[in-house]
Every structure is written in C-alpha cells, then in structure tokens.
C-alpha cells in the first residue's frame, strides 16, 4: 500500500508540473494570438504616412541643398582658376609683344618677331581662344561677355588712372575683361568669375 500510494504521488507530483507548463504556453499563445490581430487604425496609419513624407522630402532638401552649394564652390573655384591662367597667358604675352597690330573690342592682334599672335572672343560659342603659329588653343570656355582696349602712355598732369584711348599705332597699354559663368542646375548660372586687367607693352 504504501509502494502504491508513493507511485500515485510520483504520478500526481510528475503531472502538476506538466499542467502548469501546458496552461502558461496556452495562455502565452493567445497573447501573441491577440498582439498578432492587433493593428493600426485608419487615423495613425494616415499620420504615420504624413509624418513619413514630412521626413522625407526633409532630407532631400537638404541633400539638394547641400548639393547645389558643393556644385556651385567647386565651379567658382574651377572658373577662378582658368580666369588666372588665361590672364597669366594673355599678360606674358603682351608685355613681349613689339605693338599690336590691330584691336577691336572681341579681338587682339599682337605683333611678334616670325608672326602675328592672335587674341580672338567667340560670341556664339563663348570661348577665347589663342592662335599663334598655326596653333589654335582656347584658353576660356563659359564666357559671357569680354572686351579688349588700347591706351597711350599716361601723360605729366592726368589725373590718377587716367589714360587716353589710343589706336594700335600708338597704343602703349593693353586691357582686358571678361566674365565667365558655369551652369548650376537647369538655366540658372551662380558660378561667375570676373577678370580685368591693364598690361604695359614693354618692348615698345
């Protein structure tokens, strides 16, 4: 009797636990029954798309922003540097020329010793270019308007700065201007470079 009754709450001892497991993971099942039927209603699932549009188009303003400022430095800084070049270009070759040859406001006609160097603005295609030689080099691209002009040696009494417009016969002083500009995004231009100058003829 007492081996039967020890069996008998080995028994009971073995399925209680058993029993408890069974209803813990059957109540856990209908939790997760329930959090898996449950969802967002009309209202939060329209303001959480609202919310998400607003972020959104946040960033990509300011991916564009940020775009648009990076593009318009490194053209500025592009044009800037090609503006000096071709200054650099055009001074050296002034002050060793003998005379200009013949001027106008879009071309420059320097005399050399073998032949005549070539200073000439294309309007349409705005670019300078420089020939000499045979060569053709464009030394501007993106150019929106330049001008050339001749002038006399500043005589005793003028004022500060002040010379007289002469013609390539007598011109002792070369200047030069120009503005160029670089396309952004679409027809906008932001990215500009001006350049003037007023160089001697040392070898006159």
């Not at 329930?34 to 967002?40: C, V």
């Not at 593009?71 to 070759?93: C, V």
């Not at 000499?132 to 501007?140: C, H």
Request: proline letters at 1%; hydrophobic letters at 40%.
């Amino acid at each position: 009797m007492d081996c039967k009754h020890t069996n008998l709450d080995r028994v009971e001892r073995g399925k209680a636990p058993l029993k408890g497991h069974l209803v813990r993971t059957l109540a856990r099942c209908r939790g997760t029954r329930k959090s898996l039927t449950a969802g967002f209603t009309l209202v939060e699932l329209m303001v959480g798309i609202a919310l998400g549009i607003l972020l959104l188009l946040g960033v990509a303003s300011m991916y564009l922003f940020s775009l648009k400022s990076f593009t318009s430095m490194a053209n500025y800084s592009a044009l800037n540097a090609r503006s000096r070049y071709a200054s650099d270009i055009i001074t050296r070759d002034i002050r060793s020329a003998t005379g200009v040859t013949s001027a106008t406001s879009q071309q420059l006609v320097l005399r050399f010793g073998r032949a005549d160097l070539t200073y000439n603005y294309d309007e349409d295609a705005g670019t300078l270019s420089r020939s000499y030689l045979g060569r053709n080099k464009v030394l501007l691209e993106g150019v929106k308007s330049l001008s050339f002009s001749l002038y006399q040696r500043p005589t005793n009494g003028a004022a500060y700065e002040e010379f007289s417009v002469a013609t390539a016969t007598d011109a002792k002083l070369v200047g030069f201007q120009w503005e160029c500009s670089r396309r952004v995004y679409g027809t906008q231009n932001n990215s500009q470079s001006l350049e003037a100058a007023l160089v001697k003829i040392r070898n006159k």
